[in-house]
């Protein structure tokens, strides 16, 4: 079971697989399973957003354990959030912002 951190911009936390784009993303959560899910939002200049990827999510029904919302983009989170809380199935804790501090440095020790 993986990591996935999705960003374009910010440094990977250690222990996490980093997809740079939405098209990379897909493709992990399709052929991987995955625990801990850190989405960004805005993914560049005229790129597919993290709301592509939380589509993705939903139409093929696969969901990681958790998913963490790390974008700075206050109107990107609330889209994908209140997307992804209408439709993740109760085992799946969905989380509005970033991971603490304290999940990032218990993976990155592991």
């Known amino acids: 079971m993986i990591h996935v951190y999705l960003d374009d911009y910010r440094h990977c936390p250690a222990g996490f697989v ?36 939380v589509r ?20 990107g989170k609330l889209q994908m959030y209140h997307h992804l809380s209408r439709n993740v199935p109760d085992d799946v804790k969905l989380h509005g912002g970033p991971m603490p501090q304290s999940i990032v440095d218990e993976i990155a020790n592991k």
């Not at 990681?64 to 983009?73: A, C, G, N």
């Open 18 to 53: 980093l997809a740079k784009n939405a098209e990379e993303c897909k493709l992990l959560i399709s052929n991987e399973d995955i625990d801990i899910l850190s989405l960004d939002f805005d993914l560049g200049w005229g790129q597919p957003t993290g709301f592509e990827v």
């Open 56 to 75: 993705h999510l939903v139409d093929i029904g696969k969901y990681p354990k958790q998913i963490y919302l790390h974008t700075s983009s206050t109107s």
